[in-house]
């Protein structure tokens, strides 16, 4: 049993920041790729960032130059640095893990809102 605890979440103004960290813990073998994905309301989940163990990222092209993804392995964290935000990157933002073999585990959430 995997288990994914997001933190980091909350109201900021435009132009702010936040880190948003998520820590994984309990039988855990073999973590691939951990990433950040987002939900605003009415709206379909949607990709954020995403790195690899050995540490290649990608981003989605409306926060590319604004979010950095890091990642922890020793700690099995992952972390999202958000500068420079926006109000359209209000969203609850949610922390997925894939292991080698292709099971994804999800958190359980964090509201980031940006206000303007």
């Known amino acids: 049993q995997v288990h994914l605890v997001e933190s980091g979440g909350g109201l900021v103004q435009a132009g702010g920041s936040l880190r948003l960290s998520c820590a994984a813990s309990?039988?855990?073998?073999?973590?691939?790729?951990m990433g950040w994905y987002r939900q605003a309301p009415g709206k379909q989940r949607e990709l954020v960032a995403a790195i690899t163990r050995g540490g290649s990222a990608n981003y989605a092209d409306s926060v590319k130059g604004r979010f950095t993804i890091s990642r922890d392995n020793a700690e099995n964290t992952v972390y999202l640095q958000m500068n420079s935000l926006k109000p359209e990157d209000t969203a609850v933002y949610y922390c997925?893990?894939?292991?080698?073999?292709?099971?994804?585990?999800w958190g359980q959430g964090t509201q980031v809102t940006v206000s303007s």
């Open positions: 997925k893990l894939m292991n080698l073999w292709g099971t994804a585990y």
């Open positions: 309990g039988t855990i073998f073999g973590i691939d790729v």
